[in-house]
């Protein structure tokens, strides 16, 4: 079901994707190179 947000929810949806996005690059680069993991991954 979508769920309606009051004015600016453009603004948190943008905030939560770079959170996310942030994250998700950290976590590569403990883990190690995040190119190798991702071409690991598609082949």
């Given at each position: 079901m979508p769920f309606e947000r009051p004015t600016g929810s453009d603004v948190w949806t943008v905030l939560s994707i770079l959170f996310v996005s942030i994250c998700f690059q950290t976590t590569f680069l403990k883990w190690g190179s995040s190119?190798?993991?991702?071409?690991?991954?598609?082949?």
């Amino acid at each position: 079901m979508p769920f309606e947000r009051p004015t600016g929810s453009d603004v948190w949806t943008v905030l939560s994707i770079l959170f996310v996005s942030i994250c998700f690059q950290t976590t590569f680069l403990k883990w190690g190179s995040s190119e190798n993991m991702i071409e690991g991954a598609w082949k």
